[in-house]
C-alpha cells in the first residue's frame, strides 16, 4: 500500500505544524493528527485555555486530552519512509531573502502563500488549510501574501482600515471615523478603490490615445523619402557647378562637401526608411486583419461568425498621410547657398580661412547691429507710433493717418523706412499678440487682406510671440518650442539667405532659422492683432 503513495498525498500523512512526517502520531478527539511531541508543545505554551485546541479546526478542548499514540498509523509512517517520501521539501518551497516566509512554521520556515487581513498573518500552503476547511475563518479575507500588512491596520486602535476618508485622503479604521475623521466625506475603501480604478482606465485611454496620435504624425513622414532624395541629388549637382568653377583652389573642399551632403541623405533616408518600415509592418497587421475579416464574410457558421467577430473588428482608424514639412529640408539648400556665397567672395578668402559660422553669443550679434524706424506712410490706421517712430501701439479708434498708396488698409501691420542688406541684428520687445517680421517692399497693401498679412506669403517671413511662438511663411505655419521671452532677436545676412529669430533674455536661444535666397532688400515690420495697448518696439543698443 505503502508503495501506491505517491509524493502529492504525503501531505495526509504530514503534521501541519512541523511539517514533516508524523513522529509518534497521535490522534486528537477532533479527529486530526498530530506528532506527540509537536500538539504537547502547542499546548504547553500560554493560557490552557486557549491553547488546548486544534491548531486546524480551532476545536477548544477542557481538560487537555490525554495523548495515546496512534499505533496503526505509525506503522503506516514507516512503512512510507522507505519509500523515500520522508524527503524534506525542496530548497525552492523555502522562504528566502524577499519572500514572505510563514508565520505558524517552526524551524526553517516554507513561502507562504496567502495572507490574512485579520488574523494579520501570512501561511504556506499547509497551515491555510483550516481558512479553507473551518468554519471559524470562514469570514477571514485572505489576500496574496504580504510583508506590508501592517498598513491594513490603524496605529492608533489597532484596527483594520477598510475606511477612506476622501477629505484626508487616507485609509482609516471604524474607530477613526467616530473620533478624528467624524463628520469627514467617508467610503468604504473597497468603493473608493472601484472609483479610482475607473479613473485609472480613462488615464490609460488617454494615454493610449495620446499615443494613436503620435503613430499618426509618424505617418506624415512617408513621402519625404523621394523629397530628400531630389534635394540631395539637386544638392550635389549644384555644389559640383560651383565647385568646377575653383577646381584648382578647392578640389579637397569639394570632396568633403560632397561626402557631407551623401552621409546626411544617408542618415535622413535611413531615419525616414526605418520609420516608413514600422509604418509597413502595421500594414502588414492591417492587412492581416482584413483577410481574416474577409475570411469571416465568407463563413456559413453564424455561431463561429459572432464568436469571432468581436476579436477581429477592433481596428484603430487611420488617417491620410499629410504633406511633407518642408523646414526640415533646408540642410541640403543651405549647402548650396553657402557655396554659392563662397563662390563670390573667393578673391577676398583665397587662404582658405572661410567659414560658415554665424555670430553666437549676443555680443557678436550685437556687431552687427543696426537703427531701424518705422515708416508712418506704411502705418495701419489702427497703429499709432510713438519714440521717433521706433515704437506701435495698437489703437483701434486712431484715425489720424491721412490715404497713402503705401499705407497698409486692412491689417494692423507697418514697415520699417530703409530697406536691409548685408549682416543686420535688431532686437524687439513686444507685448499682447504681435508677430514681428520681414518683408520685401513689392507686398501687397490693399484688396483682400489674405495676400498681405506677414507670413501669408511668399514675400514675408513672421513670428509670432503669444502664448506660444509659431514661424510662418507662405501660409505654413511650424509651431517652434524655446524660453519664453517678451524680447526677440532678428539676425539676417541677406546676401548668404539666412534669417534667424532668437529668444533674448539672460541667454540668447535660437528659436528658428531660414536659409532661402533674398532676391530684394528685406523690411522689418510688425503685425499687431491683439488687444488695443498692445505694443511692439526696437530695442536701444545696450
Given at each position: 500500500?505503502?508503495?501506491?503513495?505517491?509524493?502529492?498525498d504525503?501531505?495526509k500523512f504530514?503534521c501541519?505544524?512541523c511539517?514533516?512526517?508524523l513522529?509518534?502520531?497521535?490522534t486528537?478527539?477532533?479527529?486530526?493528527n498530530y506528532c506527540?511531541?509537536?500538539?504537547?508543545t502547542?499546548w504547553d505554551?500560554?493560557?490552557?485555555?486557549?491553547?488546548?485546541s486544534?491548531?486546524?479546526?480551532?476545536?477548544t478542548?477542557?481538560?487537555k486530552?490525554?495523548?495515546?499514540?496512534?499505533?496503526?498509523l505509525?506503522e503506516?509512517?514507516?512503512?512510507?519512509?522507505k519509500?523515500?517520501?520522508?524527503?524534506?521539501?525542496?530548497?525552492?518551497?523555502?522562504?528566502?531573502?524577499g519572500?514572505?516566509?510563514?508565520?505558524?512554521?517552526?524551524?526553517?520556515?516554507?513561502k507562504a502563500?496567502?495572507?490574512c487581513?485579520?488574523?494579520l498573518?501570512?501561511?504556506?500552503?499547509?497551515?491555510?488549510q483550516?481558512?479553507?476547511?473551518?468554519?471559524?475563518?470562514?469570514?477571514?479575507?485572505?489576500?496574496?501574501?504580504?510583508?506590508?500588512?501592517?498598513?491594513?491596520i490603524?496605529?492608533?486602535?489597532?484596527?483594520?482600515?477598510?475606511i477612506?476618508?476622501?477629505?484626508?485622503?487616507?485609509?482609516?479604521?471604524f474607530l477613526?471615523?467616530?473620533?478624528d475623521h467624524k463628520?469627514?466625506?467617508t467610503?468604504?475603501a473597497?468603493?473608493?478603490?472601484?472609483?479610482?480604478?475607473?479613473?485609472l482606465?480613462?488615464?490609460?485611454?488617454?494615454?493610449?490615445?495620446?499615443?494613436?496620435d503620435r503613430?499618426?504624425?509618424?505617418?506624415k513622414?512617408q513621402?519625404?523619402?523621394?523629397?530628400?532624395?531630389?534635394?540631395?541629388?539637386?544638392?550635389?549637382?549644384d555644389?559640383e557647378k560651383?565647385?568646377?568653377?575653383?577646381i584648382n583652389?578647392?578640389?579637397?573642399?569639394?570632396?568633403?562637401?560632397?561626402?557631407?551632403?551623401?552621409s546626411r541623405?544617408?542618415?535622413?533616408?535611413?531615419?525616414?526608411?526605418?520609420?516608413?518600415n514600422?509604418?509597413?509592418?502595421?500594414i502588414a497587421?492591417?492587412?492581416?486583419?482584413?483577410?481574416?475579416l474577409?475570411?469571416?464574410?465568407?463563413?456559413?457558421?453564424?455561431?463561429?461568425?459572432?464568436?469571432?467577430?468581436?476579436?477581429?473588428?477592433?481596428i484603430?482608424?487611420?488617417t491620410?498621410?499629410?504633406?511633407?514639412?518642408i523646414?526640415?529640408?533646408?540642410y541640403?539648400?543651405d549647402?548650396?547657398?553657402?557655396l554659392t556665397?563662397?563662390?563670390?567672395?573667393?578673391?577676398?578668402?583665397?587662404?582658405?580661412?572661410w567659414s560658415?559660422s554665424?555670430?553666437t553669443?549676443r555680443?557678436?550679434?550685437?556687431?552687427?547691429?543696426?537703427?531701424i524706424?518705422?515708416?508712418?506712410?506704411t502705418a495701419?490706421t489702427?497703429?499709432?507710433?510713438?519714440?521717433?517712430?521706433?515704437?506701435?501701439t495698437?489703437?483701434?479708434?486712431?484715425?489720424q493717418?491721412p490715404?497713402?498708396?503705401?499705407?497698409?488698409s486692412?491689417?494692423?501691420?507697418v514697415?520699417?523706412?530703409?530697406g536691409?542688406t548685408g549682416?543686420?541684428?535688431?532686437?524687439?520687445?513686444m507685448?499682447?499678440?504681435?508677430?514681428?517680421?520681414?518683408a520685401?517692399?513689392?507686398?501687397?497693401?490693399?484688396?483682400?487682406?489674405?495676400?498681405?498679412v506677414?507670413?501669408?506669403?511668399?514675400?514675408s517671413?513672421?513670428l509670432?510671440?503669444n502664448?506660444?511662438y509659431?514661424?510662418?511663411?507662405e501660409?505654413?505655419?511650424l509651431?517652434?518650442?524655446g524660453?519664453?521671452s517678451?524680447?526677440?532677436?532678428?539676425?539676417?545676412?541677406?546676401?548668404a539667405?539666412?534669417?534667424?529669430?532668437y529668444?533674448?533674455?539672460?541667454?540668447?536661444t535660437?528659436?528658428?532659422?531660414v536659409?532661402t535666397?533674398?532676391t530684394?532688400p528685406?523690411h522689418a515690420?510688425?503685425?499687431?492683432?491683439?488687444?488695443?495697448?498692445?505694443?511692439?518696439?526696437?530695442?536701444?543698443k545696450?
Amino acid at each position: 500500500m505503502a508503495q501506491q503513495v505517491n509524493q502529492t498525498d504525503k501531505v495526509k500523512f504530514c503534521c501541519s505544524i512541523c511539517l514533516d512526517l508524523l513522529k509518534d502520531p497521535v490522534t486528537i478527539p477532533c479527529g486530526h493528527n498530530y506528532c506527540m511531541r509537536c500538539i504537547q508543545t502547542h499546548w504547553d505554551k500560554g493560557n490552557q485555555k486557549i491553547n488546548n485546541s486544534c491548531p486546524q479546526c480551532g476545536q477548544t478542548f477542557n481538560p487537555k486530552p490525554v495523548l495515546v499514540k496512534n499505533t496503526m498509523l505509525a506503522e503506516l509512517v514507516e512503512e512510507l519512509k522507505k519509500t523515500g517520501l520522508q524527503a524534506p521539501p525542496a530548497d525552492h518551497c523555502y522562504a528566502g531573502p524577499g519572500d514572505v516566509a510563514c508565520d505558524v512554521c517552526t524551524g526553517k520556515k516554507l513561502k507562504a502563500s496567502k495572507s490574512c487581513l485579520q488574523c494579520l498573518a501570512s501561511y504556506c500552503e499547509q497551515h491555510l488549510q483550516p481558512h479553507y476547511e473551518s468554519p471559524a475563518f470562514k469570514k477571514h479575507k485572505l489576500i496574496e501574501a504580504s510583508v506590508k500588512l501592517q498598513e491594513n491596520i490603524c496605529s492608533n486602535h489597532d484596527k483594520l482600515k477598510e475606511i477612506y476618508c476622501r477629505t484626508n485622503q487616507q485609509c482609516i479604521c471604524f474607530l477613526c471615523s467616530l473620533d478624528d475623521h467624524k463628520g469627514h466625506d467617508t467610503v468604504s475603501a473597497a468603493a473608493e478603490r472601484t472609483e479610482k480604478q475607473k479613473k485609472l482606465g480613462e488615464s490609460r485611454q488617454r494615454i493610449q490615445q495620446r499615443v494613436q496620435d503620435r503613430e499618426k504624425d509618424v505617418k506624415k513622414l512617408q513621402e519625404e523619402t523621394e523629397t530628400i532624395n531630389r534635394s540631395a541629388d539637386k544638392a550635389v549637382e549644384d555644389s559640383e557647378k560651383i565647385f568646377t568653377e575653383l577646381i584648382n583652389l578647392i578640389e579637397k573642399r569639394r570632396s568633403d562637401v560632397k561626402q557631407q551632403i551623401r552621409s546626411r541623405q544617408g542618415t535622413e533616408v535611413g531615419r525616414v526608411k526605418s520609420l516608413e518600415n514600422k509604418l509597413n509592418q502595421e500594414i502588414a497587421e492591417l492587412k492581416r486583419k482584413d483577410a481574416g475579416l474577409e475570411e469571416l464574410s465568407r463563413t456559413e457558421d453564424h455561431t463561429h461568425f459572432l464568436h469571432s467577430y468581436p476579436s477581429l473588428s477592433n481596428i484603430t482608424q487611420t488617417t491620410d498621410s499629410p504633406r511633407p514639412n518642408i523646414y526640415c529640408l533646408q540642410y541640403f539648400e543651405d549647402v548650396v547657398a553657402t557655396l554659392t556665397a563662397a563662390r563670390d567672395k573667393m578673391l577676398a578668402i583665397l587662404t582658405g580661412t572661410w567659414s560658415l559660422s554665424e555670430p553666437t553669443t549676443r555680443a557678436e550679434f550685437l556687431q552687427y547691429s543696426c537703427e531701424i524706424t518705422l515708416d508712418p506712410n506704411t502705418a495701419n490706421t489702427w497703429l499709432v507710433l510713438s519714440d521717433g517712430n521706433r515704437k506701435t501701439t495698437l489703437d483701434r479708434k486712431n484715425k489720424q493717418y491721412p490715404y497713402h498708396q503705401e499705407r497698409f488698409s486692412q491689417q494692423a501691420q507697418v514697415l520699417s523706412k530703409d530697406g536691409l542688406t548685408g549682416r543686420c541684428y535688431w532686437e524687439v520687445e513686444m507685448s499682447g499678440n504681435s508677430r514681428v517680421a520681414v518683408a520685401y517692399k513689392s507686398i501687397s497693401r490693399s484688396g483682400h487682406s489674405f495676400l498681405y498679412v506677414f507670413g501669408c506669403n511668399e514675400k514675408s517671413w513672421a513670428l509670432n510671440w503669444n502664448n506660444a511662438y509659431t514661424f510662418m511663411h507662405e501660409n505654413r505655419s511650424l509651431n517652434i518650442s524655446g524660453p519664453k521671452s517678451s524680447r526677440i532677436g532678428v539676425y539676417l545676412d541677406h546676401r548668404a539667405g539666412i534669417l534667424s529669430f532668437y529668444s533674448v533674455s539672460e541667454t540668447t536661444t535660437l528659436l528658428h532659422r531660414v536659409q532661402t535666397t533674398f532676391t530684394e532688400p528685406l523690411h522689418a515690420g510688425f503685425f499687431l492683432f491683439g488687444s488695443d495697448g498692445d505694443t511692439a518696439e526696437f530695442c536701444d543698443k545696450k
